[in-house]
């Protein structure tokens, strides 16, 4: 039997992000995927104009029908929430659903390039701060790391800095800490810090930056994790993924990671 998976985040209807990057990436690589969209927008903001729909009003009612069908999962993947009072919902999801030895992977999706993204502020990483508590793997960029810790930012940086990064998570969660976006010597990759040990993963950096390869990322190591592979893999395995899809992307094509020709390329639509 697949692997169930929850992931809560937001639904862009047009955009390569969130929700609609995640349910075919996560069903690509063998995981049964159910979703809590938490807002519905009509296009990422990536785009001059969006429209916003907040569905926190109905998960309350989800949650019930889910209990009334005895729902359970064996993962959780959180990204984007957007809002302090969804960190309470996830905490009612991870304790009404969870089936046993379910794992939650949490990415803080808040912030990147030294700053917050907007409409968050430090009550935000505060309260994701208390959240992290219950995952097994977090997923911070160095920006993320940096709030959550309170640790200065550094846009230049050493091993030094990122290993300081990792001990000041590993106070805030029992999990695994993996702090993705690391660079070095034009290389990019994670910090990995569990079970005491700092492991690195490293590829080439691209020239590229693009909107939602986070969301990409997260997916695929999801699937991995999920499906029992180790920490240093899953990454690497999401690592190339992502740069795949860095590389089928043209400059012109500025919303987004081109991911649906890089899953067609998996025989048989099994992503291994």
């Known amino acids: 039997m697949a692997k169930r998976i929850l992931t809560m985040q937001d639904l862009s ?72 009072s969804l960190m309470d919902l996830a905490e009612k999801c991870f ?13 803080p999706a808040f912030g990147d390039n030294g700053k917050l993204y907007g409409g968050f502020d430090g009550e935000y990483v505060k309260a994701m701060a208390n959240l992290i508590r219950r995952a097994d793997v977090i997923l911070p960029n160095i920006t993320e790391a940096s709030y959550l810790t309170g640790i200065p930012y550094r846009e230049n940086y050493g091993r030094d800095y990122v290993e300081k990064l990792l001990k000041g998570l590993a106070r805030l969660t029992s999990g695994a800490v993996i702090i993705t976006g690391v660079e070095e010597n034009g290389m990019i990759g ?16 691209l020239p590229a930056r693009l909107h939602g390869t986070g969301d990409i990322f997260a997916a695929v190591f999801a699937a991995g994790y999920l499906n029992g592979a180790p920490l240093s893999e899953s990454c690497a395995a999401a690592g190339d993924f992502v740069a795949r899809c860095i590389k089928r992307t043209e400059p012109s094509h500025f919303y987004g990671a081109c991911f649906e020709d890089v899953l067609a390329e998996k025989e048989g639509g099994n992503a291994q």
């Open 95 to 107: 304790d009404d659903f969870s089936d046993e030895g379910a794992k939650i992977i949490i990415d």
């Open 190 to 205: 994670e910090a990995i810090y569990a079970g005491g040990e700092t492991e690195y993963v490293t590829a080439e950096l």
């Open 13 to 84: 209807c047009v955009g390569q992000c969130s929700l609609t990057v995640a349910l075919p990436v996560l069903s690509a690589y063998g995981v049964e995927a159910a979703v809590l969209p938490t807002a519905l927008l009509s296009n990422h903001t990536m785009f001059k104009t969006w429209s916003y729909l907040d569905l926190t009003p109905e998960i309350e009612s989800i949650y019930g029908k889910w209990r009334e069908n005895g729902f359970l999962f064996d993962g959780f993947l959180l990204g984007y929430l957007g809002k302090s």
